[in-house]
């Protein structure tokens, strides 16, 4: 069984919320250390499936991203609609765009939505579309594809469509708006979230200095090849979280082990 699949599977009550109690921790730390770096910022969310259907975790619309508590975020079901959480707390607006990517994409256990300026701005001109450039990019070998409708997707309609335009892929780009991003961890999703805006920046830049060269098929069959996903996201998730403890950015009592218990 895949972490993917095992991160979530359990017919244990109490490894159930072992699960979701490391998961709140993981949650809350991704969003910290996402704002950190700058990728996210006054508004983006991250989200994580819980076990046996029982909906997912999400941050409140209010909630600052740079002081988000475990404790402080929501359950919301698969319609995303709350299920529970401390007294006042609302989900925010776009809580439809997860509950309708975890709807149709199994294997999606952690969603990330931000809106990174220079990311977004390849959806602002009639120039090069946002492409794998850089190594670890070719995650999104599989294509970036570009929700046209820039409004916020806060409804099960719109849910439904940006769903629908991200398909099979890994990321989507949401026009003049954000970004999308998706995998099978909550590590995973802050790891890609760093290289999807790193390669996104160094397109940026490759278009201010010439034609720009994006992988090729071969160099992008060689480097997955090399590439060992598991590995290079608890290598990264380590120094991250490293630094952010360092920092006391992160308290040291939270659980950030890359996997879950069910899998330890
Ligand atoms: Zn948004």
Request: aromatic residues 6%; proline residues 7%; without cysteine.
């Given at each position: 069984m895949s972490i993917a699949e095992s991160a979530v599977k359990t017919n244990d009550p109490a490894q159930a919320h072992d699960i979701e109690l490391h998961l709140r921790d993981q949650v809350a730390a991704c969003t910290l250390m996402l704002n950190d770096l700058k990728i996210m910022g006054y508004s983006g969310h991250v989200s994580a499936r819980l076990p046996e259907g029982r909906g997912f975790l999400i941050q409140s619309v209010d909630q600052s991203r740079a002081s988000l508590r475990p404790e402080l975020l929501l359950i919301c079901d698969m319609d995303?609609?709350?299920?529970?959480?401390?007294?006042?707390?609302?989900?925010?607006?776009?809580?439809?765009?997860?509950?309708?990517?975890?709807r149709v994409r199994p294997d999606v256990n952690s969603i990330a939505h931000f809106h990174h300026d220079r990311t977004a701005s390849f959806t602002l001109a009639d120039g090069p579309q946002l492409v794998p450039v850089k190594n670890h990019a070719v995650r999104w070998a599989n294509g970036i594809p570009v929700h046209p409708n820039p409004n916020?997707?806060?409804?099960?309609?719109?849910?439904?469509?940006?769903?629908?335009?991200?398909?099979?892929?890994?990321?989507?780009?949401?026009?003049?708006?954000?970004?999308?991003?998706?995998a099978e961890t909550v590590p995973g999703v802050l790891i890609d979230a760093v290289h999807f805006v790193e390669n996104a920046e160094a397109m940026y830049d490759a278009c201010m200095l010439g034609r720009v060269l994006p992988l090729t098929e071969e160099e992008i069959a060689s480097f997955s090849k090399d590439i060992k996903r598991e590995k290079h996201i608890n290598k990264l998730w380590t120094y991250y979280v490293g630094v952010a403890l360092a920092q006391g950015l992160l308290p040291a009592e939270w659980n950030l082990k890359t996997r879950l218990s069910i899998v330890a």
């Open positions: 995303g609609y709350l299920v529970s959480g401390p007294a006042g707390l609302r989900p925010p607006s776009e809580v439809f765009l997860h509950a309708e990517i975890f916020h997707v806060n409804s099960p309609e719109r849910g439904r469509a940006l769903a629908e335009t991200l398909g099979q892929a890994h990321a989507a780009l949401i026009r003049a708006h954000g970004q999308v991003i998706v």
